[in-house]
């Protein structure tokens, strides 16, 4: 069946240090990629999505490329703050079985100043 | 503000006692899910639904039933909790199943002893 699989965290690191979570997924066709983010004590919030093979999605300085040739959507960010740490989960969306998404794990980051 | 709305955020109860966790968008959604978080496991669809009186199980629907007589609310009944269901849950909309950004509640937080 369809799947994601993240990077295993916690992460940690320093303001300003440059963030990659590795994400790879398993699933018939062409699904839609996603990064959902939870900050504390809240529910997931869509951070950015792509929808066909090498879109780029970006939002608030985080950008992830679909990548089919290697099933990956890594989440970046070149400079990463304080107020980025949350948990972090990739999802896909299959083209069959579309009602649901599919999470990874998550992934927690912790940045400290 | 458009948002979706859990209810209790929290709550504690004891094996076997019949609970209710609301759930209310005001985005006139047509479809809703469910889904539970535990950790290392990133979220599972319980039940999700695609207009009113129109449901049908995800992945993991075993000890929990739901039901959409009104567009804006959907309700997840758990019968006769078990500490099994011990988990975070989260209810979700969006304008459409395969279209739409899904939105998020903020979580209930339920402990079954």
Redesign the interface.
Known sequence: GDS?TQMEGPVTLSEEAFLTINCTYTATGYPSLFWYVQYP??????LLKATKADDKGSNKGFEATYRKETTSFHLEKGSVQVSDSAVY?CAL?AIQG????V????TRLTINP | EAQVTQNPRYLITVTGKKLTVTCSQNMNHEYMSWYRQDPGLGLRQIYYSMNVEVTDKGDVPEGYKVSRKEKRNFPLILESPSPNQTSLYFCASSSGATTGELFFGEGSRLTVL
Do not use: I, N, S
């Not at chain 1, 579309?98 to 998404?101: F, G, P, T, V």
């Not at chain 1, 999470?103 to 998550?106: I, P």
């Open positions: 994601v004590g809240e529910g997931l919030q869509l989960f969306r579309a009602q649901k998404l999470f990874g794990q998550g």
